[in-house]
């Protein structure tokens, strides 16, 4: 028995459903400019009291001595472990203790945490590309640190 046009519509409409629905995820995942500011980049040198690889983010948590001696807790959204790992930071690059730097940019709320774009170490060894959004702005750009830092 031949098919109708009616039902190679129908057809068609389930398959384009089924293809939309299988993308949802990716595109309800959000992009850098939802929550952080390319217009305020920062530079934090502080202490690690916390680094969780974790999906979908990984967050590296600082002690950050002010100017006035008082310390401010920050936390800087990475990318996924997988692609961590892909660039050489794995769950030990950070130790809990060390002190290190961050460039990157903050959020767009003004509180302290903000996203991650380079690790550096004391010995000097850099990590670079260390978030995972693809609108964010490209590393090198963010070399500023913020007022009383």
Same mark, same amino acid.
């Given at each position: 028995?031949?098919?109708?046009?009616?039902?190679?519509?129908?057809?068609?409409?389930?398959?384009a459903?089924?293809?939309?629905?299988?993308?949802?995820?990716? $595109?309800?995942?959000?992009?850098f400019?939802?929550?952080y500011?390319?217009?305020?980049? %920062? +530079? *934090?040198? @502080?202490?690690?009291? &916390?680094?969780?690889?974790?999906?979908?983010?990984?967050?590296?948590?600082?002690?950050v001595?002010?100017?006035?001696?008082?310390?401010?807790?920050?936390?800087?959204?990475?990318?996924?472990?997988?692609?961590? $790992?892909?660039?050489?930071?794995?769950?030990?690059?950070?130790?809990?203790?060390?002190? %290190? +730097? *961050?460039? @990157?940019?903050?959020? &767009?709320?003004?509180?302290?945490?903000?996203?991650?774009?380079?690790?550096?170490?004391?010995?000097?060894?850099?990590f670079?590309?260390?978030?995972?959004?693809?609108?964010?702005?490209?590393?090198?750009?963010?070399?500023?640190?913020?007022?009383?830092?």
């Open positions: 028995m031949p098919k109708s046009p009616l039902s190679r519509a129908g057809m068609a409409l389930a398959i459903s089924y293809l939309l629905a299988g993308s949802a995820p990716v $595109n309800a995942h959000h992009a400019a939802a929550d500011s390319a217009d305020q980049p %920062v +530079t *934090i040198k @502080g202490t690690v009291t &916390k680094f969780q690889l974790v999906n979908p983010h990984s967050w590296l948590y600082l002690a001595k002010n100017l006035d001696g008082s310390i401010s807790d920050w936390g800087f959204e990475f990318g996924a472990p997988f692609s961590l $790992n892909e660039k050489g930071v794995t769950k030990t690059t950070f130790p809990v203790g060390s002190q %290190v +730097t *961050i460039e @990157g940019y903050r959020s &767009k709320s003004g509180k302290n945490f903000g996203y991650a774009v380079s690790g550096i170490l004391p010995d000097g060894r850099t670079r590309n260390v978030g995972s959004a693809a609108d964010a702005p490209p590393p090198g750009a963010a070399a500023t640190p913020p007022a009383g830092r």
